[in-house]
């Protein structure tokens, strides 16, 4: 079992940032990915954006990868999510995930989840 502990959530205005942590702990091993989902009220839940763990692969949706940039510290089993020039369109709940040797941005194949943490961006 991975367990996943997402913080860094939180209101911010149009324009702004936030950078999400993710921590994991557990039988680590168990996952070679981890990345991030979205999900706004009345949506599916979205991937965002994904990383190797311990290399150097990462990948984006489409739409965000000129905003958002994923980051690791292997060392403290950590992922991070910057995120720039919040729009109201990225309100959501934010997910942070684990899964196997799949490079793909789809929920079907996260086998671990966090709780989340809620970005708002309002004026």
């Known amino acids: 079992q991975v367990q996943l502990v997402e913080s860094g959530g939180g209101s911010v205005q149009p324009g702004g940032s936030l950078r999400l942590s993710c921590a994991a702990s557990?039988?680590?091993?168990?996952?070679?990915?981890m990345g991030w989902f979205r999900q706004a009220p009345g949506k599916e839940r979205e991937g965002v954006a994904a990383?190797?763990?311990?290399?150097?692969?990462?990948y984006y949706a489409d739409s965000l990868k000129a905003r958002f940039i994923i980051s690791q510290n292997n060392a403290k089993n950590t992922v991070y999510l910057q995120m720039i020039s919040l729009m109201p369109e990225d309100t959501a709940m934010y997910y942070c995930a684990a899964w196997g040797p799949i490079f793909s941005l789809s929920p079907a194949y996260v086998r671990y989840w966090g709780q989340g943490t809620q970005v708002t961006v309002s004026s």
């Open positions: 990383i190797e763990i311990g290399g150097a692969a990462a």
């Open positions: 557990g039988y680590t091993d168990s996952a070679t990915h």
